[in-house]
């Protein structure tokens, strides 16, 4: 299939006609490009981003009277449209303080100034991607000082968001929802099938985001938006591109990438393809012994053996490989309409889940093998827009994507001659309606319909490694449908110059229908079905009372519908525990206040402040059961406490987030970012314990000097410690995540990281950044993981733009 849709794509990318378009040009006083810049039109309220030449394609911003400019670090620049052209499309930024304006989308899936927006959102530039070269898109996240990053593997990372995480969060690639009908409450990694190199902008918005976005979008949305296709700006076919390569010598790191853009009037495509090789992590120097890999499994002979690790600061096994590749073909044959067809596909290599390896029974590794098979996933996304400015919409959009996801588990136990495989299947389907109309000079409505259908395929394998026999075993989930449909509104009133309005709320009806195979759990039960609706709604003010001036303040319900994986998984959640299949599930709902102040004093510097509150009502968490009236069941062999996922709690979370920017005249910068979230949770007996997913203290503090074609940065990230007082219980009796205090109880020290990077623009084409991450050599975990980050890491970069 992949290799037919290449075939077409190239065809496709021969019979570009050579027409007429326009290209915005970018750069600062030392004409060096700017990436990453934000372009608005308005009162068309289009937008496009910089590329890493500092071009932006101009086609949708023909009925635009004025051009709005955004970049952090740059003043915001108005120029009417005719000004641009009688430039010849070429605009220079100026260098001053920073501005409360930034163009973000996923607020309301349309492109507004955030300072009109009552939630709190962040953005991460494209051109921060340069300077930092994040290994996965969980690290991108984790750059930006204000998602908390949980590994249990290299090839992973779980974002958590204001105390929550997993399906308590959403993810949205270019508008569609990526979590499926499987989406766990245990950690997840799916993050990383996205590409950093094919990523324009990445927006975090914090606080439920049900109401555009619908179930599971509670702590807060990740959007990232990738590549678009750029039309030419003459009568000639024009094309521009990229390539890079990067090292790392942390895990011997080696990355490749490549993207090409080719662009007609009204015809262009852009292809994206990258590779990376990942080896073993070695951890720092410095830091508890705990952490330390003294030894791992190899089968030798037939038999399990433990063998020493000649070098404990190595995580073995950890190394793994990953391809992503991207194609999006854009036609736009008028002003009026424009149409998209993208392509993406992500495989890894299998790779071991390594928490699950340091842990030992009786004196010995507990498993011999425990490692996810390839993570795939794929997306066909077909979008159309078309700008009409009629009774019922000023633009419309239309969105229909089908993704594939496929994962599995490979596990054995230390001397069990039986490998166990469970391999799960997800076709997702998804079609989304979005409208914004203007009845008023001061009013705005965006309203919109989604339909979402989720089919998950289950099966269990089991292989006998002494006879080569393969038999069928137990499988992970049932044979399940998942559906969603939801109809939101969304009503913003501009008050005055000063104030601003918005109201909205959404409507989402949901199904599910699962069939259980009782061949080897005797469930009492056979099929679980589920027909409930959700409603949910926000209420939020922006106020300006000054120009340098934001408050914001929010009122918003967020909800999460059970799922297959609520309803219907069995699996071993910890030693001695096993979670079977409740089909007696409803909904649980979120109830979110938030005030934000922002300020810019004087002429560079920044200042940001959020408090909020959340009550998670109704929780879905993990109770003890009974299975046919038994409270125990063997499963793999091992007596197990049977436990259900339940409607049985609530949750409660509140915090700070605060964070600090500076830009002076000479160059020198600063950002900072401060988050500190508090947690707990409601627990069977009626006492409480900590949110498991309310991470310590965490930030990042970074001082930052450009000047022409040099950039330097210097970046400390932090996290406080969890005495074991601190730590949820679930968390307590997983010591082999932690380091061991003086009474030997698991607890998470705290840690720091110092990094130095630069990046050189040696040409207009050129660029070559490196670094030295981790300069002390700390040897840390974050809290919740099972890896030790990353010691002493020299990365080598270099990008060649065309």
Not at 98 to 104: H, K, R
Not at 551 to 575: C, H, M, Q, W, Y
Not at 692 to 712: K, M
Not at 742 to 770: K, Q, V
Request: a negative charge; charged letters at 20%; one cysteine or more.
């Amino acid at each position: 299939m992949t290799k037919s849709f290449l075939t077409l794509a190239c065809l496709c990318l021969l019979a570009i006609p050579a027409l007429h378009a326009q290209t915005l040009t970018l750069t600062n006083s030392a004409s060096t490009p700017l990436p990453g810049a934000t372009v608005i039109g308005q009162p068309s309220s289009n937008f496009a981003v910089t590329d890493q030449n500092g071009q932006a394609d101009l086609s949708l911003f023909a009925s635009s009277d004025t051009l709005y400019i955004q970049l952090l670090g740059y003043t915001t620049h108005r120029i009417p449209y005719t000004d641009a052209q009688a430039q010849g499309f070429r605009v220079q930024l100026e260098m001053t303080a920073l501005a409360l304006d930034q163009v973000v989308i996923s607020a309301s899936r349309w492109a507004q100034n955030a300072s009109r927006v009552p939630n709190r959102i962040s953005v991460i530039q494209s051109e921060e991607v340069l300077l930092r070269n994040p290994q996965t898109a969980a690290d991108l996240l984790g750059s930006s000082g204000e998602v908390f990053i949980q590994k249990s593997q290299q090839g992973g990372g779980s974002p958590m968001i204001r105390g929550f995480a997993t399906n308590r969060l959403l993810i949205a690639v270019d508008g569609v929802r990526m979590n499926t009908a499987i989406f766990r409450s245990g950690n997840l990694q799916n993050v990383i099938s996205l590409d950093p190199f094919a990523t324009e902008q990445t927006e975090l918005l914090f606080g439920p985001g049900s109401v555009l976005y619908g179930s599971d979008a509670i702590g807060g949305v990740m959007a990232f938006y990738t590549l678009t296709p750029t039309l030419a700006d003459s009568q000639e076919r024009q094309s521009s591109g990229s390539a890079a390569l990067r090292y790392a010598s942390a895990n011997e790191e080696l990355t490749g990438h490549f993207d090409i853009n080719i662009g007609g009037q009204k015809w262009a495509a852009v292809s994206s393809f990258s590779h990376n090789r990942y080896g073993d992590l070695r951890m720092g120097q410095n830091g508890p012994e705990d952490y330390l890999r003294p030894f791992y499994v190899e089968r030798i002979d037939g038999i399990d053996r433990v063998v020493s690790n000649a070098d404990p600061l190595l995580q073995t096994p950890t190394g793994y490989e990953q391809t992503n590749l991207m194609q999006k073909v854009r036609f736009r044959p008028n002003a009026a309409w424009d149409f998209t067809y993208a392509f993406h596909y992500s495989a890894t290599t299998d790779y071991a889940r390594y928490d699950r390896l340091v842990r030992d029974r009786n004196g010995v590794p507990r498993s011999a093998e425990w490692s996810y098979g390839p993570q795939i996933w794929q997306m066909n996304q077909l979008q159309a827009s078309h700008t009409g400015q009629n009774t019922f919409y000023d633009e419309a959009r239309l969105s229909l994507a089908h993704q594939f996801f496929e994962e599995s588990r490979i596990d054995r136990d230390f001397g069990d001659p039986v490998r166990r495989t469970r391999t799960e299947a997800v076709d997702a389907l998804s079609a989304n309606l979005d409208f914004t109309k203007r009845p008023g000079r001061h009013q705005r409505l965006l309203y919109g319909f989604e339909a979402l259908y989720n089919k998950v395929a289950s099966e269990g394998q089991l292989n006998h490694l002494d006879t080569g026999a393969e038999d069928a075993g137990p499988a992970r989930y049932p044979q399940a449908n998942w559906q969603s449909y939801a109809a939101y509104l969304t009503y913003q009133l501009e008050v005055n110059p000063k104030l601003r309005l918005q109201a909205g709320a959404r409507y989402n009806h949901f199904l599910l229908d699962a069939d259980f195979d009782t061949t080897f759990f005797p469930f009492p039960f056979t099929n679980a079905s589920l027909n409930n609706g959700a409603l949910t709604g926000s209420l939020g003010a922006v106020c300006r009372p000054a120009p340098l001036w934001g408050i914001r303040a929010n009122l918003s319900t967020g909800f999460r519908s059970p799922n297959v994986d609520d309803i219907g998984k069995v699996f071993d959640s910890e030693p001695g525990s096993v979670v079977v299949p409740n089909p007696n599930l409803g909904a649980e709902y979120a109830y979110n206040a938030e005030l934000g102040f922002s300020r810019v004093i004087g002429d560079g510097i920044q200042l940001d402040l959020t408090g909020y509150y959340t009550l998670l009502d109704n929780a879905l968490v993990r109770r003890d059961f009974s299975l046919s009236g038994q409270d125990s069941i063997f499963y793999d062999g091992t007596l197990s406490r049977v436990q259900a996922v339940q409607n049985a709690a609530q949750a409660r979370v509140y915090g700070l987030q605060a964070g600090v920017d500076a830009q002076w005249a000479n160059g020198l910068g600063m950002h900072a970012r401060f988050n500190v979230q508090e947690g707990e949770e409601e627990l069977e007996e009626g006492g409480t314990t900590p949110l498991r997913h309310a991470a310590p203290w965490f930030g990042v503090f970074r001082l930052q000097y450009e000047q022409e074609a040099f950039r330097l940065e210097l970046n400390a990230q932090y996290h406080s410690a969890f005495d074991f007082e601190d730590l949820p219980l679930t968390e307590q009796d997983k010591p082999y995540l932690y380091a061991a205090d003086a009474n030997g109880n698991p607890y998470a020290p705290a840690w720091y990281t110092l990094d130095f990077r630069a990046l050189y623009r040696i040409s207009e084409t050129f660029t070559l950044s490196a670094g030295v991450e981790n300069l002390t050599d700390q040897r840390y975990r974050p809290y919740s993981s099972g890896l030790a980050g990353a010691g002493r890491n020299v990365v080598l970069s270099g990008r060649v733009g065309f």
